[in-house]
C-alpha cells in the first residue's frame, strides 16, 4: 500500500474534514449557549455583568472545543464516510482499488492533523483563556480578590494584602482545608505607609482558623527596621477560605509543565499527586485516544452500505463516544482508587478499541 497521498486521499480527507467541522461547530456551540445560560444566575455578584458573562464564555471556547473535539471527530468520521456511502461514491472508491485500511487511513490522517492542533491550542491559547476567564470573573464577583499570571493570588482585608504564589484543597483523614504556599501578608497602617510584612512558607485555613508556618516577620518602625523568626503564626481574619480556593488553578486547566511541576512538588514533599497525574497523563494520551476511538467506529459505516440508514451511524458514534469515555473514566478512576499507574489506564481503552477495530474489519471483509 502507497503511503503517499493521490487524489482520492485527498477527496475523502476534504469530505470528513468538512463534517467533522459542521460536527464540531454544533457541539461547541450548544456548549456555549448552556455555558451562558449557567453564567446568567452569577449576574448581580459584585459588578458581574451580562458583558462579563459573554467575555468570561468567549475565553473558555478553545478549552470547550478542545473537549468537545473526540465526539466531534467519530460523529463528523461517520457522517463523511456516511455521506459518500449514501451517494455511492464509497462503492465507486472500493471499485477503483482503494480498500478499506487505505480508507480509514486517509480519515486517520486527516484527524491526526486536527488533533495535532488540539494538543498545542489546549497547551497554548486553551489554558491561557481559562486563566483569562478565571481572572475576569474573580475580579468582577469579588472586591477583595485577583489572580495574577506571575504574582499567583491576592486578596485583601482592611489594611491587609494576602499573597500566595500556589495552593491547593488538601484531604487526609477524611478532613479538609485549604494550604497556600509562598505567602506573604502586606500589612498597612492608618496613615497608608507598609507596617509590616510577613512572609510564610505556608499559610492553611483549618478548623475556622488561620495559621502561618516557618513565619518570617519584618516590622517597619518610624526609623528602624525589626525581624522576627517564628515557627507558627495565627492570623486573625474573617477571609473566606471557599472564595481563594475558587482563585486556584484546577489541574484539567493546566499545561502539561504545570501539571509536571506540580507533580513533582507533590512527590518531594510526600503530598497526594494523583489528582495531577491523572490529568498529565490524560492529556499525553488525548491524541491516542482520539485515533483509537474513531478507528473503531469506522468499520460501521462500511457496514452501512448495505443495511443503510444515517441515523444508525450517528446513533452508533454517539454510543461509541459515550462508551468509550465512560471506559476510561472508570479505568482512570480504577487508578486512583488501587494507586496503579495512570499510563496502563489510560493505555488499556485504546487498545481495546484498536482491537474491536481489527475485529470487525476482519469480519466485514470475509
Same mark, same amino acid.
Given at each position: 500500500?502507497?503511503?503517499?497521498?493521490?487524489?482520492?486521499?485527498?477527496?475523502?480527507? +476534504?469530505?470528513?474534514?468538512?463534517? !467533522?467541522?459542521?460536527?464540531?461547530?454544533? /457541539?461547541? %456551540? &450548544?456548549? $456555549? =449557549?448552556?455555558?451562558?445560560?449557567?453564567?446568567?444566575?452569577?449576574?448581580?455578584?459584585?459588578?458581574?455583568?451580562?458583558?462579563?458573562?459573554?467575555?468570561?464564555?468567549?475565553?473558555?471556547?478553545?478549552?470547550?472545543?478542545?473537549?468537545?473535539?473526540?465526539?466531534?471527530?467519530?460523529?463528523?468520521?461517520?457522517?463523511?464516510?456516511?455521506?459518500?456511502?449514501?451517494?455511492?461514491?464509497?462503492?465507486?472508491?472500493?471499485?477503483?482499488?482503494?480498500?478499506? +485500511?487505505?480508507?480509514?487511513?486517509? !480519515?486517520?490522517?486527516?484527524?491526526?492533523? /486536527?488533533? %495535532? &492542533?488540539? $494538543? =498545542?491550542?489546549?497547551?497554548?491559547?486553551?489554558?491561557?483563556?481559562?486563566?483569562?476567564?478565571?481572572?475576569?470573573?474573580?475580579?468582577?464577583?469579588?472586591?477583595?480578590?485577583?489572580?495574577?499570571?506571575?504574582?499567583?493570588?491576592?486578596?485583601?482585608?482592611?489594611?491587609?494584602?494576602?499573597?500566595?504564589?500556589?495552593?491547593?484543597?488538601?484531604?487526609?483523614?477524611?478532613?479538609?482545608?485549604?494550604?497556600?504556599?509562598?505567602?506573604?501578608?502586606?500589612?498597612?497602617?492608618?496613615?497608608?505607609?507598609?507596617?509590616?510584612?510577613?512572609?510564610?512558607?505556608?499559610?492553611?485555613?483549618?478548623?475556622?482558623?488561620?495559621?502561618?508556618?516557618?513565619?518570617?516577620?519584618?516590622?517597619?518602625?518610624?526609623?528602624?527596621?525589626?525581624?522576627?523568626?517564628?515557627?507558627?503564626?495565627?492570623?486573625?481574619?474573617?477571609?473566606?477560605?471557599?472564595?481563594?480556593a475558587a482563585t486556584i488553578a484546577r489541574p484539567?486547566?493546566?499545561?502539561?509543565?504545570?501539571?509536571?511541576?506540580?507533580?513533582?512538588?507533590?512527590?518531594?514533599?510526600?503530598?497526594?499527586?494523583?489528582?495531577?497525574?491523572?490529568?498529565?497523563?490524560?492529556?499525553?494520551?488525548?491524541?491516542?485516544?482520539?485515533?483509537?476511538?474513531?478507528?473503531?467506529?469506522?468499520?460501521?459505516?462500511?457496514?452501512?452500505?448495505?443495511?443503510?440508514?444515517?441515523?444508525?451511524?450517528?446513533?452508533?458514534?454517539?454510543?461509541?463516544?459515550?462508551?468509550?469515555?465512560?471506559?476510561?473514566?472508570?479505568?482512570?478512576?480504577?487508578?486512583?482508587?488501587?494507586?496503579?499507574?495512570?499510563?496502563?489506564?489510560?493505555?488499556?481503552?485504546?487498545?481495546?478499541?484498536?482491537?474491536?477495530?481489527?475485529?470487525?474489519?476482519?469480519?466485514?471483509?470475509?
Amino acid at each position: 500500500m502507497r503511503l503517499r497521498p493521490n487524489l482520492h486521499d485527498l477527496y475523502v480527507g +476534504r469530505v470528513v474534514l468538512t463534517t !467533522v467541522l459542521l460536527v464540531w461547530a454544533v /457541539l461547541v %456551540g &450548544l456548549d $456555549v =449557549v448552556n455555558a451562558i445560560a449557567s453564567e446568567v444566575g452569577n449576574v448581580g455578584k459584585g459588578s458581574y455583568s451580562f458583558g462579563h458573562v459573554v467575555a468570561y464564555v468567549a475565553y473558555t471556547v478553545p478549552r470547550r472545543a478542545y473537549t468537545m473535539f473526540p465526539t466531534s471527530a467519530v460523529i463528523g468520521a461517520l457522517m463523511g464516510l456516511g455521506q459518500l456511502a449514501n451517494s455511492s461514491e464509497l462503492i465507486a472508491l472500493r471499485a477503483v482499488g482503494l480498500s478499506r +485500511r487505505r480508507l480509514s487511513l486517509s !480519515v486517520a490522517i486527516t484527524l491526526s492533523l /486536527l488533533t %495535532g &492542533l488540539m $494538543v =498545542v491550542g489546549m497547551e497554548t491559547v486553551g489554558t491561557w483563556g481559562q486563566h483569562q476567564a478565571d481572572s475576569l470573573k474573580i475580579a468582577a464577583t469579588s472586591n477583595n480578590l485577583a489572580q495574577a499570571k506571575y504574582s499567583g493570588i491576592w486578596a485583601r482585608e482592611g489594611n491587609t494584602f494576602l499573597n500566595a504564589q500556589s495552593g491547593d484543597e488538601r484531604v487526609e483523614n477524611g478532613k479538609q482545608w485549604l494550604q497556600l504556599r509562598d505567602v506573604r501578608l502586606y500589612e498597612l497602617g492608618d496613615d497608608g505607609r507598609l507596617a509590616s510584612i510577613s512572609h510564610a512558607t505556608t499559610a492553611e485555613h483549618f478548623e475556622g482558623n488561620w495559621v502561618l508556618k516557618n513565619v518570617l516577620r519584618t516590622t517597619f518602625h518610624a526609623r528602624s527596621v525589626t525581624q522576627q523568626q517564628m515557627l507558627g503564626m495565627r492570623w486573625e481574619s474573617d477571609l473566606e477560605p471557599a472564595a481563594i480556593a475558587a482563585t486556584i488553578a484546577r489541574p484539567r486547566y493546566m499545561t502539561v509543565g504545570d501539571l509536571a511541576s506540580s507533580i513533582e512538588y507533590r512527590l518531594r514533599n510526600g503530598l497526594d499527586a494523583r489528582e495531577y497525574e491523572d490529568v498529565y497523563w490524560g492529556r499525553w494520551f488525548y491524541p491516542l485516544n482520539v485515533l483509537a476511538l474513531c478507528l473503531a467506529a469506522i468499520p460501521f459505516a462500511f457496514g452501512s452500505l448495505r443495511s443503510g440508514g444515517l441515523g444508525k451511524q450517528l446513533f452508533l458514534g454517539i454510543l461509541f463516544a459515550l462508551g468509550f469515555w465512560l471506559l476510561q473514566l472508570q479505568f482512570s478512576r480504577l487508578a486512583g482508587a488501587f494507586k496503579f499507574d495512570y499510563r496502563i489506564a489510560y493505555l488499556v481503552p485504546p487498545i481495546l478499541m484498536l482491537g474491536i477495530s481489527t475485529w470487525l474489519f476482519k469480519r466485514r471483509s470475509t
